[in-house]
């Protein structure tokens, strides 16, 4: 009887051994590093994996939102030099540069001695309803002091912008007034103009500089255009110096202004995006007005798209020195918890066939960050035979004249960097700072005076009696700057000018300086030749030069079949707003 009962208990026994056996087994996979290697190795998302195991099993406790958001931008720039990551907190900031305006007490700023200063008040702006003036120091927000040497330009942006209608009291110090004026601002939507200047450089010819291509920049651009057009403007220079790119949409319908229909502007494509192309729609305005674009080493991104689109379509002409060669599209992802990356999906390509996107190794962003400092030192900034064209990355327009992809757009006229009169005098007090400086606090005290003054020229001819060179000397002295009387004399010329740019700039605002400025500018004075002179259309290649260029064309193909070896033939790559 014993017997049969034992053996018709034998197979529950059985399970339930498998089960506690499986139970033990599984409690020590969950414990022991086997089973970790065993969880990531087997994961189709070994990143989560190692995320979780980190959380669970790390000897210290272990900030995982903090981990994760050291870790994204790493990630992401193993990629390429322009895939990032952007934390929740600087979203709008980024977002704001593009957008067309942000929601702020409508004042520009500096920081001097650890104190908000400010420069200038934005006409029709939240501050100017209440009073705030050029000159008042802000020294304390929300009833609490807000000096010190924590204070940053960033913390000063993101305390004092702000959603708008909503409120922020702030103290502040007048030179005028004996105690701290109080003043409760409500918050506003705050321009953040594209275009710094559109104005007639003579009777002939007008002038604009686009500063970044953001959501109202063709709007603006059709304002300026108007204005100009207005003056009887006959022809045109489109100034992109410096101009490190925003949204490729608004380059496109930019450049559209200008060429006729039916021609290619851009085209762009990926592994996973298909092949995407613009063309000109015949509307726009400018379809037959000389044109010159000057670009520079910081022209970047939608710079490149506007100025390729210009020089492949010989619309007009490119002066200045190559551009960057950003040729990388990015797509904003944006994140539940506001956070957003802008990861890189395609390539753009200018009309004639060629990407402009310099090479690049990823994970060495700061190598290629600093390519500028390699051009400079090549001496690429100084003399166009410098330049080192890749002859298998030669492209041609459509009159037949080549130009080059593998890194930024090449020039049609070469216009070097000035280097007269620079001394190492002159580079310690402007990388120092020391000029920015003296120009705020001359200006600050001088506020009166200066004011007065309505134009750039006059305010210049004013500020030549009043020995502004020998005040920053002494200024520089006091700052542990030695005076080299020699170094001064060979670069008194550059000191006055940036000393006098400023000054306007602090006084009359970022037109008025770039009037000054522009001046005595070699480009502009180039540009301005080539339109006096109705050189801005290019030209065909003459016969000569086509023939040249078949011969040059012969030797490639008989090098790609083993005909010739030429080794030497090589690719050498050498204030704020709130």
């Known amino acids: 009887m014993s017997n049969r009962n034992s053996s018709r208990f034998t197979p529950l026994i059985i399970a339930i051994s498998i089960v506690v056996g499986i139970l033990i087994g599984t409690f020590y996979a969950q414990h022991f590093a086997g089973n970790k290697l065993g969880i990531i190795n087997s994961s189709s998302n070994k990143l989560n ?13 272990v900030n995982m939102t903090d ?40 004042i520009q700023f500096t920081i001097q001695d650890d104190t908000i200063h400010v420069n200038s008040v934005i006409q029709g702006g939240p501050s100017e309803k209440v009073g705030i003036m050029a000159g008042d120091r802000i020294v304390s927000v929300n009833d609490s002091t807000f000096v010190g040497k924590w204070l940053t330009n960033e913390k000063a942006m993101h305390t004092l912008k702000g959603p708008k209608g909503s409120q922020v009291k702030i103290g502040v110090s007048r030179a005028t007034e004996k105690g701290i004026l109080k003043f409760t601002i409500t918050r506003g939507e705050i321009p953040q103009n594209t275009i710094d200047a559109a104005y007639m450089l003579d009777n002939d010819f007008g002038y604009i500089q686009i500063s970044k291509f953001g959501r109202t920049s063709h709007v603006e651009l059709l304002n300026a255009l108007a ?13 992109l110096r410096g101009n490190t790119g925003g949204y490729m949409e608004a380059a496109v319908r930019m ?38 674009v000057l670009v520079d080493e910081g022209s970047a991104s939608a710079s490149e798209i506007f100025s390729g689109a210009i020089q492949d379509n010989d619309r007009g002409t490119i002066v200045g020195r190559r551009s960057f060669g950003k040729g990388l599209v990015q797509q904003p992802i944006d994140f539940s918890d506001g956070s957003a990356i802008r990861l890189t999906i395609a390539r753009y390509y200018t009309p004639s066939g060629r990407c402009i996107q310099r090479p690049y190794e990823s994970g060495k962003d700061s190598k290629y960050e600093m390519d500028w400092l390699t051009r400079y030192e090549h001496g690429e900034f100084f003399s166009k035979d410098s330049i080192k064209l890749n002859q298998k990355l030669r492209y041609h327009t459509r009159l037949g004249r080549p130009v080059y992809g593998g890194g930024g757009i090449m020039p ?96 009359l605002g970022k037109e008025a300086y770039i009037r000054y400025a522009n001046q005595n500018d070699p480009t502009v004075k180039r540009a301005l030749d080539i339109l006096n002179n109705g050189e801005a259309f290019p030209k065909a290649p ?25 080794p030497s033939e090589s690719f050498h790559y050498a204030s704020y707003r709130v």
Request: aromatic share 8%; hydrophobic share 30%; charged share 25%.
């Open 49 to 61: 994996a190692l995320l979780r195991v980190i959380d669970d099993q790390y000897v210290d406790t």
């Open 67 to 106: 981990l994760v958001e050291k870790a994204m931008p790493q990630i992401l720039a193993e990629l390429d030099p322009h895939s990032t990551y952007i934390p929740a907190q600087d979203l709008d900031d980024v977002n704001s540069e593009l957008e067309g305006s942000f929601s702020g007490i409508g």
């Open 227 to 239: 204005q100009l057009n207005h003056q009887n403007c006959k022809g045109l220079i489109i100034d």
């Open 255 to 292: 450049v559209n202004e200008f060429l006729p229909e039916g021609q290619l502007i851009v085209y762009a494509q990926g592994r996973k995006y298909p092949r995407t192309e613009d063309f000109a729609n015949g509307t726009g305005s400018c379809q037959k007005m000389p044109l010159v």
């Open 412 to 507: 049609d006229i070469f216009v070097p960097q000035d280097t007269t009169g620079t001394s190492s005098y002159l580079i310690e007090v402007l990388n120092r700072g020391l000029a920015m400086q003296f120009c705020f606090q001359y200006t600050d005290r001088n506020r009166n005076k200066l004011s007065k003054y309505k134009d750039e020229n006059d305010l210049a001819k004013y500020l030549r009696h009043e020995g502004i060179v020998e005040q920053l000397v002494h200024y520089a002295e006091q700052k542990g700057v030695k005076r080299r009387n020699i170094l001064i004399h060979k670069s008194y010329k550059l000191l006055e000018k940036n000393l006098y740019s400023n000054i306007i700039y602090n006084v």
């Open 542 to 566: 003459s016969k000569k030069d086509t023939n040249k260029s078949n011969e040059r064309k012969k030797k490639r193909i008989a090098q790609a079949y083993g005909f010739i070896k030429d």
